[in-house]
Nanobody, 129 residues
């Protein structure tokens, strides 16, 4: 059974960097996948941060709030997608979740998609000023 295993996160000062990992376990197909990252701060609605379509070298869409600071990469050998976060701000503080559609056409992999079959358990990111 497929699962998303998250790692990374932690506490940094403003301006610092962190990397989150989302590893797909229990699924070995080479199908194209849609991987998304969401975050939710206490008392706030869940926010889509980025989406990533894994075909080839991958294609990414990011929210305006993180554009130029967050990027996504993949390591196919490790079945892992990374969210690299730089120039972090206190307002980036949140629980970050990865989500996945493990067999997806490109057209469904959009930043405004909210329904996914698989979700990670989350990783806390705390940015202090």
């Amino acid at each position: 059974q497929a699962q998303l295993v998250q790692s990374g996160g932690g506490s940094v000062q403003a301006g610092g960097s962190l990397r989150l990992s989302c590893t797909i376990s229990g699924y070995t197909s080479n199908s194209n996948k849609c991987i998304a990252w969401f975050r939710q701060a206490p008392g706030k609605a869940r926010e889509a941060v980025a989406s990533f379509f894994t075909e080839g070298s991958g294609s990414m869409a990011v929210a305006d709030s993180v554009k130029g600071r967050f990027t996504i990469s993949q390591d196919n050998a490790k079945n892992t997608v990374y969210l690299q976060m730089a120039s972090l701000k206190p307002e980036d503080t949140a629980m970050y979740y990865c989500a996945a559609d493990l067999s997806a056409p490109r057209w469904v992999c959009t930043l405004d998609r909210i329904k996914y079959n698989y979700w990670g358990l989350g990783a806390q990111v705390t940015v202090s000023s």
